[in-house]
Every structure is written in C-alpha cells, then in structure tokens.
C-alpha cells in the first residue's frame, strides 16, 4: 500500500471494532482518509461505535451490507482473525482493492526502527523480554502488536531513537506487503491455525513474510534446532544470526554450552554463549539463573538475546534482566499454593505443543485441565508426556473426547469429563473442583489447554483470569 497521506480524501474499509481496528481508524483519519468501519457484530455489542462516530468516522454494525465494499474503495484493513473467506474480503479481492492488516500502516508511519517477532509458541514472553533488555541496555524499547498495544498507536507515538518491539501472529502477517523489520525473529513452527490458513503452507509462507523485505544491513535471527526454520535460511538477504540449544554455533549466533542432549537430564552447568562476527565468545549468564522455569523459556531467552545483541544491546548489560524476568500471565504462571498443591495458569497453551512444553518443564504429579476449540487435531503428541507426567486428567470443551482418547492410551485411569455447566466460567470453575480432588499433597494442578479457547470464551486471556480467581477461591 501507499504511505497513509496518498489516501487523504479517499474511501477506506476498516473491518472489525477489535482494539487494533478502532486505533487504525483513528490514525487514517487522522490523517484525511474518509473512514468507514465495519462488525458485523450488533451495535449494542459495539461500546467503541459512539466514540469513533463522535470524531466523524462511519460506523456500520449488524453485518456485512452488500454496498460496503464497492470499485470506489482504496482499501481495505481487516481484523487480523477475519478470514480472508469472508464476504468483504472475498469482495475487495474480486475487485482488486488491496487488503492489508493494521501492522502494514503502522511499518508506514513508523518514524523507530522495527523488531518483529513470531513463532508458534513463546512469541510473548520473548517480545516482553526483549523489552526488558533493550530498557537495560539503554535503547528505549516500545513493546506492541499482538501482545496488547496496537502497532499504530505504538508507531505514532515512536520517535527515531525508539525500537519498536512487536509480536507478530501469522494473520497479521499475512497482510503485509511492504513491511520491513530491521530485526525480525522466527522463534519455531508447530502445526496450528489450520482452520484459517488452510494449509501448514500457506501457515508457513505468511511466518516468513516476516523476512520478505528486509535488506542486507538487516538481521534474521532463526532457531536453528527448528528444521522448517532452518528451511527458510537460502532466502533470507538479511545477515543471519541463529540461537541454539542443541549445537555450538561456529559462526556468530548465540548457543548453550555444553549442548542439550535430547531427553537427557545429566546435571550439567551449562552457559548462554554469544559469539561475536569475529568468533570471539562471552558468557552472558548461567542458565540455573535464569528467573523461568522450563526449557523452553532457556530457549526463549537465547532469543531475547539474540535479538537484543542484533538491535545493539551489550551483551553485559543482558545477565540481569535473565535473571530477574519472572514471566507474562498465561504463560505457565504460578497461581498459588493451596493445601501443598501448586496451581499454574498456562491459558496461553493454544495448541499441545505449547502444552508439551509446560509439562516438561514441571515435575511428574500433575492433574492437567486440557481442552477447548476443536480445530481438527488428533492431539497424540502428547502421549508420550502424558505416560510420563501425570497423575490424572479433567478435560472439557469441543475437544474434551479426543483428549480423554489420548490420556485412555497412555495408561492413565483417572478421567474426568466436565459437562458443560450453566456459563463457561463455571464449567472451568467445576474442572477446577475436580482436578482439586484429584491432586494429592505435593502435586500440580495445571491448566494448559493444548486448544484455543473460543469455543467456551472470548479469549485465552479471560480462561486464564477465570481459573486464577477460582483457585484462590478454592
């Protein structure tokens, strides 16, 4: 698309009243646009509506009218999760009226640098890391996109000696164009959003426009232990610089050492390593320090740092913010203690590979609540954990059949499947009382749901603040 100002006095679609949606439609107009938006949600359910009318934006709520979307629109600025099936979308593609997401006008007005960040799992913790240690570091990170705060809004209040830090999910990505992260980060690949990509593929292809644009000065960081990952390193024109937990990079990249055997627990000290252009090495921090538990957030650190060391961070100044980053809500997150049975809210575990991940990180003993949106998985990657970790297992949701199948052949015999109650809130909260019940002294209770949550809620976000409140309750 073109820069925001060569729309002054033209027609665009800003389809959704989500968050992001409102504050696009406040920056195009902002800057002369002629904006519509448009949700096909009820006005009732529309709270922004009136503010957005109030600064002389058009609002049409209730649904998608058939003239929405006509040759006399430039463009078109779709919620990142509406499909691009849906009516509008189909329409402005038939027409050739360019769609974009909310992330291609903000890399526009953007006066900072650019991070990006995205991967299938860990995108959060490692983008509000980041944020930690580009603050220690003296470079004045502003920290946005699908992590809370809309990319324009960030953008707009950006100057030149920011970076702007963003998580980037695939749906945003997927309508950019021209943008370009100075610094972009593909964490690993899993297996998911399948019901909106249609193909591991097409899921894939709109990861990598992460690094579509970028240029020779820019930088690339890749988890090199991630094959689909490593597959992508021949069309990268940005310098590349991998991170590692299995190998001891030989070019400039960060690593651990010794390396991680898989499946190996040998009681090993081990280091975070960066090695300079030069080959020279430092040793930023052990890993028995860093504040997260799990393995897996030992590899979402080698990422902040990577990332931070490629934005111009002194590896020195990274130890402390390892060391003291105590994590994000919903990601593996220590509830409480109740009658020496720990709770973890890990509502942020929206497919089993991110569930697989909080249970190795934890010790055997573990009542799991699992379950959610079925989106066609058969979910058995996680047999082998579930031989190996838990004790029992309390499913609900669309999926709760499949996960109860799953559990059935790993040998566990305490299965419980929760009805759905009088609202969401108290199926949980029922899941809750049965996994309480079924947990001994010494053991977890961990909601790590391998599934999204919109079958049941609105957001992982309101799964995870609804269990927190019930186990405090318990």
């Known amino acids: 698309m073109k820069h925001p100002d060569e729309y002054r006095g033209r027609k665009v679609v800003v389809l959704g009243l989500a968050k992001s949606g409102v504050q696009v439609a406040k920056t195009l107009h902002r800057h002369g646009v002629v904006v519509t ?3 096909k949600k009820e006005r ?18 209730g649904g998608h009218p058939d003239g929405l979307i006509h040759e ?38 953007s006066p900072a640098p650019i991070i990006g960040i995205t991967g299938s799992n860990g995108k959060t913790t490692t983008t509000t890391w980041v944020g930690r240690m580009l603050e220690a570091a003296g470079l004045h990170p502003i920290v946005a996109g699908n992590i809370g705060t809309p990319l ?6 950006a100057d030149a000696e920011h970076w702007l830090v963003a998580e980037l999910s695939s749906f945003q990505l997927k309508g950019t164009g021209q943008f370009r992260p100075e610094v972009a980060c593909l964490l690993n690949i899993a297996e998911t959003h399948l019901d909106y990509h249609g193909t591991i593929e097409d899921y894939v292809s709109s990861k990598a426009k992460l690094f579509a644009n970028q240029r020779e000065m820019d930088r690339a960081v890749i988890n090199w232990d991630d094959s689909t990952c490593r597959e992508l390193v021949p069309y990268l024109r940005a310098k590349l610089i991998p991170f590692s937990m299995s190998e001891e990079l030989l070019t400039e990249g960060v690593y651990i050492h010794p390396p991680y055997v898989p499946e190996q627990e040998d009681g090993l000290s081990r280091s975070i390593i960066y090695r300079d252009a030069e080959g020279e090495v430092c040793s930023i921090v052990n890993v028995d320090e860093i504040a997260l538990p799990g393995r897996f957030n030992v590899e979402n650190a080698l990422a902040a740092v990577a990332i931070s060391i490629a934005a111009g961070a002194a590896p020195e100044a990274l130890a402390e913010p390892l060391r003291t980053f105590r994590g994000v809500e919903h990601r593996l997150e220590f509830v409480a203690v109740k009658d020496e049975v720990t709770y973890y809210n890990n ?44 004790k029992a297992i309390v499913a609900l949701g669309q999926t709760k059949e ?73």
């Not at 324009?152 to 209040?157: D, I, K, N, R, S």
């Not at 391998?450 to 992982?460: E, G, I, L, Q, V």
């Open 37 to 39: 938006v448009n949700d």
């Open 44 to 61: 009732e359910q529309c709270p922004e509506a009136s503010e957005l009318e109030a600064l002389g934006i058009s609002v049409v709520c």
């Open 72 to 109: 006399g629109v430039a463009l078109v600025v779709k919620n990142p999760g509406i499909p691009y099936t849906a009516p509008p979308v189909a329409k402005a593609q038939e027409l050739g009226i360019e769609v974009v997401t909310e992330v291609e006008i903000a890399y526009l007005l």
């Open 152 to 157: 324009c809004e960030a953008a707009e209040a």
């Open 347 to 390: 509502s942020k575990a929206t497919n089993s590979k991110a569930t697989l991940m909080a249970l190795d990180a934890l010790h055997a003993g573990i009542v799991l609540i699992a379950g959610g949106l079925d989106r066609g998985s058969d979910y058995m990657e996680l047999l082998p954990a579930f031989k190996t970790k838990l």
């Open 402 to 474: 499949k996960i109860a199948h799953v559990a059935a052949l790993a040998g566990l015999s305490r299965i419980v499947l929760v009805d759905n109650g009088d609202s969401a809130a108290d199926t949980l909260r029922n899941a809750l009382k049965e996994a309480a019940a079924l947990a001994d002294r010494g053991d977890i209770v961990l909601l790590s749901p391998a599934c999204a949550s919109w079958d049941m809620f609105a957001s992982y976000e309101e799964r995870g603040r609804i269990f927190k409140e019930a186990v405090h309750t318990l």
